[in-house]
C-alpha cells in the first residue's frame, strides 16, 4: 500500500493549486481517502476526505468552500482543488488511507489513518 502525494508549489495568496494523491496495491472502492497537513510548529490537521462507497466527504471548517476533493477511479487518484489560498495554508500536506469506511466524527482524524504519503509542501507569500 503506497500512497504518492504530489502538486504543491510556491503561489500567491489568492491562486489555486490542485494536489494529486495516486494510490499503488489498493484500490479507492476499499478505503477512505484523507489529506492532512502540517504547518511549522503546528500539529497535523485534517483537511478534508472521501469515503469509499457513498463518496461522502468531510471538510474542515477553515477549508470549507475553497477546498474540494474528488477522485477518479480510473487513474486511482484522488484530489484536493484549492482555492483563495492564504499565508495561513502553507504547510505540508499528506495523502492518508484508512481501510473501510469512517464514521463523520472520525473522518479527519489522523489516528484513524494506517496508511500515509510522504507529503507535498505549499507555500503561499506574496
Known amino acids: 500500500v503506497q500512497l504518492q502525494a504530489s502538486g504543491g508549489g510556491l503561489v500567491q495568496p489568492g491562486s489555486s493549486l490542485r494536489l494529486s494523491c495516486v494510490l499503488s496495491?489498493?484500490?479507492?472502492?476499499?478505503?477512505?481517502i484523507g489529506w492532512f497537513r502540517q504547518a511549522p510548529g503546528k500539529e497535523r490537521e485534517g483537511v478534508s476526505c472521501?469515503?469509499?462507497?457513498?463518496?461522502?466527504?468531510a471538510y474542515a471548517a477553515s477549508m470549507k468552500g475553497r477546498f474540494t476533493i474528488s477522485r477518479d477511479r480510473t487513474k486511482n487518484t484522488v484530489y484536493l482543488q484549492m482555492s483563495s489560498l492564504q499565508p495561513e495554508d502553507t504547510a505540508v500536506y499528506y495523502c492518508?488511507?484508512?481501510?473501510?469506511?469512517?464514521?463523520?466524527?472520525?473522518?479527519?482524524?489522523?489516528?484513524?489513518?494506517?496508511?500515509w504519503g510522504q507529503g507535498t509542501q505549499v507555500t503561499v507569500s506574496s
Open positions: 492518508a488511507a484508512h481501510a473501510g469506511n469512517l464514521i463523520r466524527s472520525s473522518m479527519l482524524a489522523s489516528r484513524y489513518y494506517e496508511y
Open positions: 496495491g489498493f484500490t479507492l472502492d476499499s478505503y477512505t
Open positions: 472521501i469515503r469509499p462507497g457513498d463518496r461522502a466527504t
